[in-house]
């Protein structure tokens, strides 16, 4: 038994199906081409038309020229908010409360300190009075926890 297998026929909507996911037109590529001939003969045989049509046509030569003003778009719309929600961030966020809390804390010791020094006379009678008060104190609470 000899089997000869045929190789698979393409349909021509197959073809057409493949050649539209490929991107390939031929009305696509004609206009291309067309575009690169009138750029290869304005440059090469007539090199002052570019310049004549891009004075004649100076909004649309710049509008082209600026890629559409998609940079100057994309910075309006998300660069230059960005950079001011990150300013915002950074000024209420770092120096607030990232620096704020340990420069709170420090300032709340310094002053802690301040008065702790105006406590401190070196008497030894005022420090063992204050350690009776606290020993009393201390007593105290434990008989009415009781």
């Keep these: 038994m000899d089997e000869t297998v045929e190789a698979p026929r393409v349909m021509r909507s197959e073809k057409v199906a493949l050649t539209e ?29 570019p310049m004549r049509l ?25 660069v230059q908010p960005l950079i001011r929600l990150a300013r915002a961030l950074w000024q209420t966020g770092d120096a607030t409360i990232i620096d704020g809390v340990p420069n709170g804390l420090a300032e709340i010791t310094v ?10 006379t070196g008497s ?19 008989l009415v926890s009781r």
Aim: glycine content about 10%.
């Design 21 to 49: 996911i490929a991107g390939c037109h031929e009305g696509e590529q004609h206009v291309g081409l067309l575009g690169i001939a009138t750029a290869y003969v304005m440059y090469m045989f007539y090199p002052l038309l």
């Design 111 to 120: 002053d802690g300190s301040r008065q702790a020094v105006k406590i401190q």
């Design 54 to 78: 891009a004075d004649r046509f100076r909004g649309i030569y710049l509008f082209l020229l600026n890629k559409w003003y998609f940079d100057e778009l994309y910075d309006a719309i998300f």
């Design 124 to 142: 030894l009678a005022v420090y063992a009075f204050v350690m009776l008060i606290g020993v009393v104190l201390l007593v105290g609470l434990f």
